[in-house]
């Protein structure tokens, strides 16, 4: 019988700041204005010959549980910067703001405080959206290359009815966040490229207490602060940018740069 006090998650969660720390990265907490506090991972010893390079994280747990296996790889060639998004880990706001857009101008502010004059950035599902708004929002002057998977950056109303009926669920929420053990099921089995072996529900008790319980409200309005996904048709414009699309709402819709690249 495994003692209630262990934490499965909680353990999994020390080895992934190890990983990070292990990469050469350090954790701090900016104040971005008067309103806004961004938790962010980046280069202890950032160096001049690298190239800079952000990465966004999906909705889901924070940044830390998203990128372990991409920091490790990437750390070594890039000054990496690595933030949770408001209302994932220790980001927050006061302000009422719920948006994509918004999500984007903090990432945007906190890499300026930062003093980081021009990088890349790739962002997964989410976190793909956020990207997209970032590179458009502040253009070819600061954000050289766009790296957008797994994201629904063109997504209608329609993609969101089919996702639902595929799952076999009512409620987009029920899927981003789930409160059950039987929702959490069905977003592994969307989300994991490998099909695991059965899982406890103890297990996953565990990972919704502690990924799935913090700022739950907010994170319900952020769902409903998107602007995607509530109308018929998708009418976003092509970035000026290189940018790489990988699996964009599964394949289905345009690539939207202007010249595909590396």
């Known amino acids: 019988m495994i003692p209630s006090f262990v934490s499965f998650a909680g353990l999994y969660n020390g080895y992934l700041r190890r990983c990070f720390t292990g990469a050469g990265l350090f954790s701090q907490k900016i104040e971005i204005d008067d309103e806004t506090t961004l938790h962010v991972w980046g280069p202890r010893n950032q160096s001049s010959q690298k190239p800079s390079l952000v990465l966004i994280h999906g909705f889901g747990p924070m940044a830390m549980?998203?990128?372990?296996?991409?920091?490790?790889?990437?750390?070594?060639?890039?000054?990496?910067?690595?933030?949770?998004?408001?209302?994932?880990?220790?980001?927050?706001?006061?302000?009422?703001?719920?948006?994509?857009?918004?999500?984007?101008?903090?990432?945007?502010?906190?890499?300026?405080?930062?003093?980081?004059?021009?990088?890349?950035?790739?962002?997964?599902?989410?976190?793909?959206?956020?990207?997209?708004?970032l590179a458009k929002m502040l253009g070819e002057e600061k954000i050289e290359k766009v790296v957008i998977a797994s994201s629904g950056v063109n997504m209608t109303k329609n993609h969101n009815v089919e996702l639902l009926k595929k799952v076999g669920l009512d409620k987009i929420e029920d899927l981003m966040l789930p409160s059950t053990t039987q929702h959490l099921r069905k977003l592994m089995s969307l989300a994991v490229a490998k099909r695991i072996p059965y899982v406890p529900n103890f297990f996953l008790k565990d990972f919704l207490n502690r990924l799935y319980s913090d700022n739950r409200k907010e994170k319900m309005e952020l769902l409903g602060g998107l602007s995607l996904g509530k109308v018929e048709t998708s009418n976003i414009s092509p970035l000026q940018q290189v940018t790489k699309c990988s699996h964009t709402l599964g394949g289905r819709g345009p690539c939207i740069s202007s010249a595909d690249g590396p």
Do not use: C
């Open 65 to 133: 549980w998203q990128w372990r296996h991409q920091v490790q790889f990437l750390a070594p060639h890039f000054n990496l910067y690595v933030p949770d998004l408001i209302f994932f880990g220790e980001s927050t706001t006061k302000s009422k703001e719920r948006t994509e857009i918004f999500q984007a101008e903090s990432v945007g502010k906190l890499l300026e405080k930062i003093g980081v004059k021009k990088y890349h950035v790739a962002g997964t599902s989410y976190g793909g959206i956020v990207a997209y708004n």
